[in-house]
């Protein structure tokens, strides 16, 4: 479903990215993990639109969209929830969703994806004409989740979204995007929580310095000696629950 | 001094300040949305001015009716300015945008305030309705009843503006847009056609404002700085992010003028106003309604 | 964090006057000798053509180079927009003609009117540099009115020469004068485009946070700027106030005096030593020729070039000219940048 080729992206006159390719399946969740400033946000910033690649291309269901501004790439059925969630902190949790409906193909059924995300997030129901802003940071990435799948994506990105999330509201979110996976969302997924990431997906990429370095099943993965070190090991959140 | 008179000045502080208010409106919307402050939307509300005048001098159309003419051609002359001039600048990033701009709308300014002496010479114009004298009066206070229809008008656009930003899927894009453009992306909203909307509508509500002026007042190539100066004086006093709290704004300027007439006189009437900017400038800086940035 | 997008700034200096410290001492000598020649020129034209309508034309192009360069300082080289120029112009022009009309000597009065001017500036760019780029502008904008209303109201009257000093007035010292000014002014220009100063300057106008990282102190450069600006400013209102017979003392405190420095720099080439003075030369030039075709008409095509100048060619007629020269000879080919960000 979706296919990047041979991405070099530039920060300026810094590049960033080195010949990166990947590819994520119909129904998959794939897992790009990796350390700090290794690229896996820069990646998930150049599939949605926010960065254009110097070299290399992507693909959405066959059509080339590496030049695509990034709303057009939401029309086509891709959703980012960015890292930080950074959602539009003066409005209300229901304008915040709604806007995540803007897209025309996405506007007519809101009504629909939102009963949808309340039945996926119930407190979101309850919390609607609450401002964004004050929400506690588990909620907030609940919003930000429910954002993008108002517009119904084929394909929906993740960043980091256990960042900042104490553990036991990381596993609801983790729980969700299996059930959003369950109803037929292809998942790509960035996350610091390497052993987390790797369980929920079927496969997963390592990026190490701007590169692809690794790229196996994700149970392969979980054994690789590698990965084990750098990732499992220390990689680990203290007290995260396996 | 009256209790009389000085209710009198007041109520007239506070219909000016209606204008105030409007003027800034635009001003405000494109500077949060873009954040490019358009020193040149003064000369864009004289177009105005002088769009309403003209369409009655030459073809009797009174000034409040001309509001539906002079509001959408505003909004055409805006979306060419941004195609021709802002929308190059939104690439880069915000200082060099900001510098640009000033500079861009600053030459703005200059060619229309010229072009404007050069079309229509550098007299003063107003406009004379039949009714452009009648007053009414309210507990002891004179309203003149053009100036109370400009109250009501501005109110009114106001009003639409705040639905149009809170009620309208465009005017929440422009919302978002204005808080956070890369997230306004990722749901899905045309930045690109969200400035532009911006822009004109910005735009559009100077000539509105405009229009307002030349019936409440006079019209001529030179009131262009003035009243960039007396929006921008309420953008900062008032903040960025609330049209009532712009209005609002506008209003309490208007008030503060007309009390310092009072006090100090008719000739220092401006100074108040880019003094109390000053003031609110170093003491803070995120206006009185707006948000902490 | 993804690293800092470096700023594009479209005011950056064209590659024909970036400051380079450091520039070979072949190249300062160079630099030396061409204004030295131009110096001399000017010099010798009230000895070899005493004429007064000349005399008085190049009076105007020297006050404007002085004007324009003084704005470069802060604007071309340490980005900070300011809208209000005729201010310190202004207070200037106010000071010394008081001080000089009220027996002073002029050497006293000039240095009264910089020190004003510069006291001037820094009460409204101390309390807005610390706030975005924005307030500065609209700061000095409003500072600039405040000033004019202020003066229009209290002092509204024509300030003349007494029957004395009308006698004695001639048009050589202060042609002089003006020309000291400006040679003055370019010079120190040129010295802060080759410094520590002017380079750090210039780090702050590229990406002022990106400068702090690395020890620039932007407040300190800022104010620098400042002062060096407004100093030449009030110098040049000081000696406007020195030239005319007879003026209305709110005048010079009238927007034109912030329009035609910003046109004159940036129609030359902001950034650039030599920017100002070809905008200068070409300003007035040009504003005589159109006013004798078309009047006011000038504002219009100036305005109109302006624009042209900060959308397409940031470096003006500087740039213009290098590049022209480029296109004699095949020069490095230029590096593509980076990704523009998002739209």
Redesign the interface.
Known sequence: MLECSDLD??????Q?LWGVSLAVQRGEIVALIGPN?AGK??IM?TLAG?????RGTIALDGRRVERE??YRRVELGLALVPEGRRLFGTMTVLENLELGAYPARARGERRAALDWVYGIFPILRERRGQVAGTLSGGQQQMVAIGRALMSRPRLLLLDEPSLGLAPVIVEQIFDVIRQINGEGVTVLLVEQNARAALRLASRGYVIENGRVVQHDRADALLHDEHVRTAYLGAGAPAGGRP | MTLDAFVQSLVFGVLVGALYGLAAAGLSLVFGVMKV?N?AHGELLMLGGYGSFWLFSLYGIDPFVSLLIVGPVLFVIGVALHLG?FS?L????E??K???S???A???A??LQ??A??AWSADERGINAAYAGAVTRLLAVNLPITRVLSLAVALLVILGLHLFLTRTYLGKGIRATAED??AA?LVGID??RTYLVAFALGTALAGVAGTLVTVGYAVSPGIG??WT?RA??VV?LAGLGSVFGTFLGGVLLGVAEAASVLFIGG??R??VG??L??LV??VR?QGLFGRSR | ???????????AASSGGRPVPGLSLEGHRRALVAGGVVLVALAAVPLVAPRDDLLNLLFLVLLYVTLGESWNILGGYA?Q?N?GHAAFFGVGTLVTRQSWLGGWPLPAALLAGALAAVVVALL?GL??FR?????F???T???A??LR??VT?TMPNISALSVSQLVSYSLQPRYYLALALAAACVGATYVLAHSRLGLGMVAVRE??EAAEATGVDALRHKIAALVLSSLFAGLAGGVFAYYHVSYYLYLPFS?EYT?DP?LIV?IGGVGTVVGPVVGAFFFVIVREYLAQAIT??H??V???L??LV??LLPGGLVEAWHRLLRLARPGAPR?S???????
Do not use: K
């Open positions: 992206v530039y920060y300026g006159d810094l960033a400033g946000t820069t910033r926010l960065l254009f690649p110097a501004a990034g | 402050l020193v001039l190059r939104m690439r880069f990033d200082e060099t900001i510098n640009n000033l500079l861009i600053f030459g703005l200059l060619v010229n072009l002496i050069r453009w890369q992306t930045i690109r700085l003035e100066l921008l004086v900062v000739a220092y401006e100074v880019l003094v900017f000053v400038l170093l800086p | 964090m993804p690293p800092r997008v470096p700023a594009v700034s479209s005011l980005g927009i809208l409204i309390p807005t706030l975005r780029g924005v307030y502008a609209i700061g904008l409003a500072l009115e405040v209303i202020t109201n990406d002022e927007p329009f910003l940036f006011d008409a504002l219009i100036f305005g109109v302006f624009i900060v959308l590096v940048s980076g990704e523009a960000m998002g739209t």
